[in-house]
């Protein structure tokens, strides 16, 4: 029997100060952020340290494509349909997949 691999994750609304410093504290795995956070500093500083960032909920193709430029590594939406098909600029490899 495989053992189950579980992700923890940090899910916040607002900024937070030093993302990366405080995902290394509590172990956490990657990010995941309210999109117009994404924006701010602390969204650039979350990409740059190459842990995963992922935001939700982004329902709009403009801010998709957005936050792909930027950086992104993976988007949470309602409408899967309307939002293309989503390719990171800097995908993260762990094992045979790729985020």
């Known amino acids: 029997m495989q053992a189950l691999q579980i992700e ?5 609304m607002e ?3 030093r993302p ?10 990657a990010l995941h ?11 650039k500083e979350a ?3 190459g842990r995963q960032f992922r935001v939700f909920t982004v329902n709009d193709e403009m801010y ?3 936050l ?5 590594h993976k988007i949470f939406t309602f409408f899967w349909k309307n939002v293309p098909i ?14």
């Open 8 to 12: 923890m994750t940090i899910l916040f």
């Open 15 to 17: 900024v937070m100060i």
């Open 20 to 29: 990366d410093e405080y995902a290394n504290i509590v172990g956490a795995d």
């Open 33 to 43: 952020a309210f999109f117009p956070t994404a924006f701010r500093a602390m969204g």
């Open 47 to 49: 990409i740059a340290s």
């Open 64 to 66: 998709a494509n957005m």
């Open 68 to 72: 792909q430029e930027i950086g992104i």
């Open 86 to 99: 989503f390719q990171p600029k800097n995908p993260i490899n762990r094992g045979k997949e790729a985020y």
